[in-house]
């Protein structure tokens, strides 16, 4: 090929109908039928293992019970309780490998109650009426906490603090609150603007001033905020992304799968965003599977995951690879890239293929080369350490190390989320650890002067 | 194959299946229904004296207790007997048993409680060539009000005397219809029997309120702003009327009296209760109304494969061979003992046998072993309740094992004997014989 090769990536590749439907809810909501049908299904066991699977301990056979009663308010209220952002979890928790895997209806019927589902129909029965507030506040108690990031744990933390009386000020260095539900994860498991409809509910507690464009980018900044505030939580997540390292990867049409979902999530017509005809996704992880299906919705005449080791070894789950596989995505195992082919823009990835040996992926000799117009990164994200190093915060294996109260090595200063060297990179525990910070901070805000530990 | 037919007081029908007095016999309309569907009799809705008609409600008259999953658990009603012209029905009954001679059809009665009334209609309904009566001593709502129905059921000394009269003025076979809004039900029976009744039949339905509207806080049903109690049948019933049936069919002075088992009667499974509780034939009304009369295929085809399975050749082969082992508590044998025992390998580990013992019985099930959930009976405290049979899930998870004779009682510390030990004869009982 002598002259430049021309990638074929474009918008519109579907009729401009075809996009609302294709983006919908890919799980929809229960029916009040399907629900109290579903909701009688449920055993209500004895020290319930869904609930002891749960790193947020939501009480499931008590909402569950409240749905079958009617009382689907109750049933939210029981949800709310242990996790404020149970809409979200109900949408996006891989309840397969935790509540729903541990189901006894799973023994006697092979199939678990689908708590996951009945859980979001009770919240949204919750949130789309006219409700009286679930919580009030706690008296004001004059203390004035500083959370830094407006993700799950950010959230949850922020309206833990202003529900036990404190004043919290919430910074996010994007233009809106949400944090990877509103810009990380597939459009079709939040549909319908969900993310931002809980934040909303879970800023009319009252007590939390929200600043979106505030970027924690300096050592200077955190020792503004210890001084100005009486606690800090961190919940900045993991804002870098790890590089191929291989030639081609600076080609036009390779991207960072995490930026081409976000593109995704911003875009308010679908139509206008252009994907690739041949679409390869390397990596293995919840956000190859996104990227890789949304590829496919989007119209890509083919979408190819590519993960170098085998299917039991991929972080996503049983049930998202079968979603991937569902919607016409392929699954290339023991495939490690070598090369991004092309001249000024991708046409193909060569990989070559692994074998294990002693437990180390090795190259079995074979190469591959898979043709691309478009070639997703998605082998990670990794905390972005030089500020926080200099800060003074101590890390454990490339995150912010914690104690189990979520506090750092720095005096008054607790994290929680993907950010923390703690639990696997989900919604529910970035949940519990703002909520288990939350509960640290108000003890000592309560109870006395700061640590002087430190 | 086993055959199905009866022979019921004289009423011969090719199934012991019978549709009772309702809704669902009101006309020739339905009755033709459901003999093409395949129903071996019906007691046609109860007639009521010549005259201005019954006047019902133009409102609810029916009301539900349903399960989540919205299956019929109870059904009330509060519709009275037919509001149709006595003529129109006598003309109608005598049409469809002309076209269906081998079918049971059976004229249920209601009228005022006074010779006269019963004279003059008793002729007019053998005129039709109908098989036998049913005379309506149950009904609980309105027409109890006026002196009958139920008013009637719950007076011995009144059934006595109607049956009595029922059976001077006619040749047809009588089946008395008994309430269970009564505190003992073989005093009715006994009056029945004395009348000269050829049959009882029950049981009409329970006194019932269904619920209150949770907005306006009213009764349900209710007609506008007020409801009254209706009757009650549907599954939930079933154990009622089965206790009433045994015990009629254990009383020395009504044993051997035909019955013709009522309520909750939806499938051959409960048909079977009734017959072996000593019932020769069954009435079906709510499951009719739920289901529609094609539901008797089902109930015939499940009974017909049980007899073949038991080795019956027929109904009555079937017919009260469990009233043995009805008794009365004092009875019991305080011998034998009894101790759950889970099947480890189909339990599915939801504890709920363990917190219903816990909370509510001995404290015997485990919840846990060597730190892990697991779920076992402690013999040395089970008594043998059953409750946590009824609580799990997992149909023959849990079974109770009786001991041997000689096995040691790890409760008690005493070796099961085969020796009968009654109340009767307990130490315990300062009553006992020959204390």
Excluded at chain 1, 221 to 233: D, G, H, N, P, S
Excluded at chain 2, 5 to 17: E, Q, T
Excluded at chain 2, 165 to 173: A, D, E, G, N, V
Aim: overall charge neutral; aromatic content about 6%; charged content about 20%.
């Amino acid at each position: 090929m002598s002259e430049e090769h021309r990638a074929d990536i474009r918008p519109g590749r579907l009729a401009p109908q075809a996009y609302a439907a294709r983006f919908a809810d890919h799980v929809p909501p229960l029916t009040e039928a399907q629900a109290l049908l579903e909701a009688n299904r449920c055993l209500y066991c004895y020290d319930a293992p869904c609930m002891q699977a749960c790193p947020t301990r939501i009480d499931v056979p008590s909402f569950i019970r409240r749905i079958a009663e009617g009382n689907v308010r109750g049933a939210a209220e029981s949800i709310l309780v242990s996790n404020p952002l149970g809409g979200l979890c109900a949408r996006d928790c891989p309840t397969e490998v935790l509540c729903e895997q541990v189901c006894v209806r799973n023994i006697q019927q092979g199939q678990p109650v689908a708590i996951g589902r009945l859980q979001r129909y009770a919240v949204d029965g919750l949130l789309s009426g006219a409700h009286q507030p679930v919580f009030l506040r706690a008296p004001a108690t004059g203390r004035r906490v500083a959370v830094v990031g407006a993700g799950p744990a950010g959230l949850a933390c922020a309206h833990a603090l202003a529900r036990a009386g404190h004043s919290v000020v919430l910074f996010d260095a994007k233009p809106k609150a949400g944090g990877l539900n509103e810009y990380g994860i597939a459009a079709y498991k939040v549909a319908g603007g969900y993310a931002q409809r809980e934040v909303q509910w879970l800023l009319e507690i009252g007590g939390i001033e929200l600043r979106c464009g505030w970027r924690l980018s300096s050592a200077e900044q955190l020792a503004a905020l210890r001084r100005e505030y009486a606690a800090v939580f961190l919940g900045v997540g993991l804002a870098g992304t790890y590089r191929l390292g291989i030639p081609g990867e600076a080609l036009a049409g390779v991207l960072d799968a995490v930026e081409f979902i976000s593109e995704l999530r911003q875009t308010p017509d679908l139509a206008t965003l252009p994907v690739g005809r041949r679409v390869v996704v390397i990596g293995g992880g919840m956000t190859a599977i996104d990227a890789a299906v949304q590829s496919k919705l989007l119209g890509a005449e083919s979408s190819t995951i590519v993960y170098r080791r085998g299917a039991e070894q991929m972080p996503a789950s049983r049930k998202e690879q079968d979603l991937a596989q569902i919607h016409g995505v392929r699954i290339l195992h023991w495939l490690a890239p070598v090369e991004v082919l092309g001249e000024g823009s991708v046409r193909g990835v060569r990989f070559a293929r692994q074998r294990l040996e002693a437990g180390r992926l090795v190259p079995a000799g074979e190469e591959l080369t898979v043709e691309a117009d478009m070639v997703l990164k998605a082998i990670g994200q990794r905390l972005d350490a030089s500020v926080l190093s200099e800060c003074g915060l101590a890390q454990q294996g490339g995150r912010i190390a914690v104690d189990e109260s979520g506090r750092t090595s720095v005096a008054n200063v607790w994290a929680g989320g993907d950010c923390v060297a703690d639990g696997d990179d989900l919604t529910v525990y970035a949940v519990a650890h703002g909520l288990r910070a939350a509960h640290d901070m108000d003890a000592q805000l309560r109870n006395g002067p700061a640590r002087a530990d430190g | 194959m086993a055959q199905l037919d009866i022979d019921f007081c004289g009423i011969r029908s090719p199934n012991p299946f019978w549709l009772a007095s309702a809704p669902p016999t009101d006309k020739a309309y339905n009755v033709e229904r459901a003999f093409e569907a395949g129903w071996g009799g019906v007691v046609w809705k109860t007639l009521a004296e010549a005259g201005p008609p019954v006047v019902n409600v133009n409102g609810p008259r029916y009301g539900a207790l349903l399960a989540v999953d919205r299956s019929l658990i109870g059904f009330n009603n509060i519709e009275l007997i037919t509001d149709r012209e006595l003529e129109i029905n006598l003309e109608e009954i005598r049409a469809v048993k002309r076209r269906w001679p081998d079918r049971a059809v059976i004229a249920s009665i209601m009228v005022p409680c006074k010779e006269e009334s019963w004279k003059a209609i008793l002729p007019r309904v053998e005129d039709t060539g109908c098989d036998g009566i049913e005379l309506n001593f149950g009904c609980p709502h309105g027409m109890s009000e006026r002196g009958m129905g139920a008013a009637v059921g719950q007076v011995p000394e009144y059934i006595e005397m109607v049956t009595a009269w029922c059976k001077h003025y006619s040749r047809l076979p009588v089946i008395v219809k008994l309430t269970p809004n009564v505190t003992n039900i073989r005093m009715p029976a006994r009056a029945a029997k004395a009348g000269g009744a050829d049959a009882v039949s029950l049981i009409n339905t329970i006194n019932s309120i269904m619920g209150v509207d949770p907005q306006t806080l009213t009764m349900s049903p209710a007609v506008g702003d007020q409801g009254t109690h209706g009757g009650y049948c549907g599954p939930a019933v079933k154990p009622i009327a089965l206790h009433m049936v045994a015990e009629i069919a254990r009383d020395p002075d009504t044993a051997g009296l035909p019955i013709s088992g009522i309520g909750g009667i939806g499938s051959w499974r409960d048909a079977l209760d009734f017959i072996a509780l000593g019932a020769g034939s069954v009435q079906v009304c709510t499951a009719a109304m739920v289901f529609g009369f094609k539901i008797v295929q089902e109930m015939i085809n499940g009974l017909a494969g049980y007899l073949d399975s038991k080795g019956f050749s027929s109904v009555a082969q079937l017919r009260g061979r469990a009233i043995g082992s009805v008794t009365d508590w004092q009875f019991l044998d305080l011998n034998r003992v009894s101790k759950a025992l889970i099947n480890q390998d189909t339990c599915i580990q939801c504890g709920r046998c363990h917190i219903a013992c816990e909370d509510t019985a001995h404290q015997a099930i485990t919840a846990q072993r060597d730190g892990r959930r697991h779920f076992e009976v402690k013999e040395e405290e089970c008594v043998g309740c059953n409750l946590c049979v009824n609580v799990c899930p997992v149909p023959g998870c849990i079974t109770m094992r009786e001991l041997a004779p000689g096995e040691i009682d790890r409760r008690t510390g005493r070796r099961a004997s085969e020796t009968r030990l009654q109340w009767t004869a307990h130490p315990n009982n300062p009553l006992r014989s020959g204390a």
